[in-house]
């Protein structure tokens, strides 16, 4: 080795490991809330099919992070955030590892979810303007609550079910969280048309609902708001509950489309990191995909709803991919516009 080699060796291991750990830009992050397999070839859940056809062949380990972290290699990555409280947490640790640049990053949060009949059919997908929070409650067993009450379900620093606190300072400050809606109108302009699959098995349950005339189409794409909470619920009255809720944190603004059981906890991880100057809120999209309805139709028992099989599960997964996948194209092709312009409708 020559004295010049010896001394530039060194100089290159340096700066391949300063290199090393710089962290990645990412153009778009896409989130789902869970894998039931493996990522490839058995029964899907919401990762499989992006991680099939998008070809993320590259996997990061991140601490914290349950699943392993899958990419592209072109500043696209998948992320299986986990389920109810674990998607907060699991947010926060990817965003704070330091393994990624998440300062211009699309978010694109997609998974399924209970619809409201009111608003739309199983196989159904929402654009969302606003995420609700449904967990942050004080609840009495409705045996218990007046008979007058339509649920026993009562905003914290309140008296009575669906009334707004009088603000004293320890009430919670954000129920719903507004969402960037000249970025979501454009979304929901880009894939409005977008054809979703319909089975015999959809059709007949769709057909239950009689007097639900949203709930009977075939399946499409609209925009409704996301309804996180930890609980799993399910019925008549809870789905009256989540959608007074709904139009009561969203001051009118905002229709129940989605229930869920983690769209709380990223939207309160991704808030908090953006005032943190780690990402960008207004980059940020919830696009949920009906695979069940969250209330029984006319003919149903509650319970038996509760538990019959998911119609609308296949098809719900192909419309997240199918919906989704179309706003993550176009955000990540053109990125010499998008990384410095958010996307407005046309």
């Known amino acids: 080795m020559t004295r010049a080699a010896r001394f530039l060796v060194p100089f290159l291991l340096v700066q391949a490991a300063q290199a090393a750990s710089e962290p990645i830009p990412v153009k778009v992050a896409v989130v789902v809330t869970?894998?039931?397999?493996?990522?490839?070839?058995?029964?899907?859940?919401?990762?499989?099919?992006?991680?099939?056809?998008?070809?993320?062949?590259?996997s990061i380990d991140v601490p914290g992070v349950d699943h392993p972290v899958l990419t592209d290699g072109n500043g696209t990555i998948g992320v299986v955030s986990g389920a109810t409280v674990r998607s907060s947490n699991q947010i926060m640790a990817l965003v704070m590892s330091g393994?990624?640049?998440?300062?211009?990053?699309?978010?694109?949060?997609?998974?399924?979810?209970?619809?409201?009949?009111?608003?739309?059919?199983?196989?159904?997908?929402?654009?969302?303007?606003?995420?609700i929070d449904?967990?942050?409650?004080?609840?009495?067993?409705?045996?218990?609550?007046?008979?007058?009450?339509?649920?026993?379900?009562?905003?914290?620093?309140?008296?009575?079910?669906?009334?707004?606190?009088?603000?004293?300072?320890?009430?919670?400050?954000?129920?719903?969280?507004?969402?960037?809606?000249?970025?979501?109108?454009?979304?929901?302009?880009?894939?409005?048309?977008?054809?979703?699959?319909?089975?015999?098995?959809?059709?007949?349950?769709?057909?239950?609902?009689?007097?639900?005339?949203?709930?009977?189409k075939p399946p499409f794409v609209l925009c409704g708001e996301t309804f996180g909470s930890c609980r799993y619920w399910h019925g008549k009255a809870l789905t009256q509950w989540a959608s007074d809720w709904t139009r009561l944190w969203t001051d009118g603004k905002g229709e129940l489309a989605m229930s869920d059981m983690e769209d709380q906890g990223i939207a309160a991880a991704l808030s908090r990191l953006s005032k943190m100057g780690r990402v960008d809120f207004q980059r940020v999209l919830f696009l949920r995909t009906a695979s069940n309805y969250c209330m029984q139709s006319p003919q149903q028992d509650v319970n038996k709803s509760l538990h019959s099989e998911y119609a609308g599960y296949i098809p719900s997964l192909e419309a997240a991919y199918r919906v989704g996948s179309r706003v993550t194209h176009e955000l990540a092709g053109h990125w010499e516009t998008c990384r410095d312009q958010v996307p407005s409708p046309r």
């Open 34 to 58: 869970f894998e039931v397999g493996a990522d490839r070839g058995d029964r899907p859940g919401e990762f499989q099919f992006w991680v099939e056809r998008e070809n993320w062949t590259q």
């Open 99 to 131: 393994k990624f640049d998440f300062s211009r990053t699309y978010w694109v949060v997609n998974g399924i979810a209970g619809v409201n009949p009111a608003a739309a059919s199983i196989g159904s997908a929402a654009w969302a303007h606003f995420v």
């Open 134 to 216: 449904g967990d942050v409650a004080y609840e009495i067993d409705s045996r218990e609550a007046d008979a007058s009450w339509p649920y026993g379900i009562i905003p914290i620093g309140s008296t009575l079910p669906n009334q707004k606190p009088k603000r004293e300072g320890w009430e919670p400050d954000t129920m719903a969280y507004p969402l960037n809606r000249s970025l979501v109108d454009w979304a929901y302009g880009l894939t409005r048309e977008t054809q979703i699959p319909d089975t015999d098995g959809m059709r007949a349950y769709r057909a239950l609902y009689v007097g639900f005339p949203n709930a009977q």
